[in-house]
């Protein structure tokens, strides 16, 4: 199969959707498996409203992904892409009944700081191409839990050493971590060479778990780590309370909906992430300013906010229009954080 997938929509599956559109970037479509494309569609999606990887899900459960094509309610191309329509009910249901709980609670963030063993030395890592920690980047997406890396500044460098963190200084990790804003610290000390890995999972109050896994590559340590994670991060999300919402702006009564569903033709749902709610108001401004979009509904909360826009533009028009805006960070289709 030659085909990649254009799209994984970062977002929570709410009980009320019955349906979830997936796309799928279709480069030649001669050679285009289309029954391992639904089968993947499947697979993405189950792992995304679980936040358990797919080999965990058949250890426990192994024809959990036969006949796919079950849970589908169409597909079919438009232009290069592949369109698969996910019947979400469906799928839950499969999952509920081989005992796999979904993750319908709201997900924690990270902050990911990584240090690596060379030979007798223990180094940060920056912002250098680093296997682990592209795996994580990865996860994040892939299971819908945010995720960010540390600046690596002068700031950084002098806040936080290796031997601090290899000497579990607490403290010194949630210090240098608190310019961030995240709650919930990751940090990663690889070994190569002794082909294991070390982590920490630290907390505000200076509570932290850690422990060692062992991978003969960087991708086995890695996937190692990320079902770890992911499996804490499950543990914690029930702690993790929505914000009350703070301001309301409403033309109607709020209609809950996820990046890329469209219940309601012509609509699309933001999803923005931000800590300074006046940069909040200057992208809701430079939406407004548009005349291709009408804000419908918003909602803003202490942390995040979801705008509602009835719009006819695509899918990708409306995420252009948003990323001119210069301080969104794009973290999946119409799902921003600002800066």
């Known amino acids: 199969m030659v085909a990649r997938f254009l799209l994984i929509i970062a977002c929570l ?29 499947i697979i993405g999606a189950a792992e995304k409203m679980t936040g358990i990887p797919q ?22 191309y438009d232009g290069n892409a592949f369109i698969v329509d996910i019947d979400v009910d469906g799928l839950k249901t499969r999952l509920e009944t081989a005992g796999i709980d979904l993750w319908e609670s709201e997900r924690p963030e990270f902050l990911i700081w990584a240090t690596e063993e060379r030979g007798l030395e223990r180094l940060m890592v920056g912002q250098e191409p680093n296997r682990i920690v592209e795996r994580l980047m990865a996860a994040s997406e892939r299971f819908g839990v945010p995720m960010q890396r540390p600046l690596m500044d002068l700031e950084d460098t002098l806040a936080l050493s290796p031997a601090e963190i290899w000497g579990e200084f607490a403290g010194a990790v949630n210090n240098a971590s608190s310019r961030y804003g ?16 070390k ?12 422990g060692e896994l062992s991978g003969a590559d ?8 990320i079902a770890v994670v992911m499996q804490y991060a499950r543990s914690i999300s029930n702690n993790v309370g929505k914000s ?30 931000y800590v300074d709610v006046i940069r909040l108001m200057e992208l809701i401004d430079h939406i407004e300013a548009s005349d291709s979009v009408t804000i419908h509904a ?42």
């Open 13 to 41: 599956f709410s009980t009320t959707v019955s349906a979830l559109e997936y796309r799928v970037d279709v480069e030649e479509p001669s050679l285009f498996d289309v029954e391992n494309s639904i089968e993947n569609v």
């Open 55 to 76: 080999p965990q899900m058949i250890s426990q459960a192994p024809d959990l992904f036969s006949l796919s094509e079950a849970l589908v309610n169409s597909y079919g």
């Open 182 to 197: 995240v709650e919930h610290v990751l940090v990663v000390g690889d070994r190569p060479g002794r082909q294991s890995i």
């Open 199 to 210: 982590y920490w999972l630290f907390e505000s109050n200076g509570e932290y778990l850690s």
């Open 218 to 225: 960087a991708d086995e340590r890695a996937n190692e780590l």
């Open 244 to 273: 009350p919402v703070v301001v309301a702006r409403v033309a109607e009564p709020s209609v809950s909906l996820q990046p890329q569903m469209q219940d309601v033709p012509g609509q699309w749902t933001v999803r923005v992430e």
């Open 298 to 339: 918003t909602e803003i909360r202490a942390n995040d906010a979801t705008i509602v826009l009835k719009t006819d533009l695509s899918l990708g028009v409306t995420d252009d229009l948003v990323s001119e805006f210069t301080a969104v960070r794009f973290i999946s289709p119409l799902v921003y954080s600002l800066k």
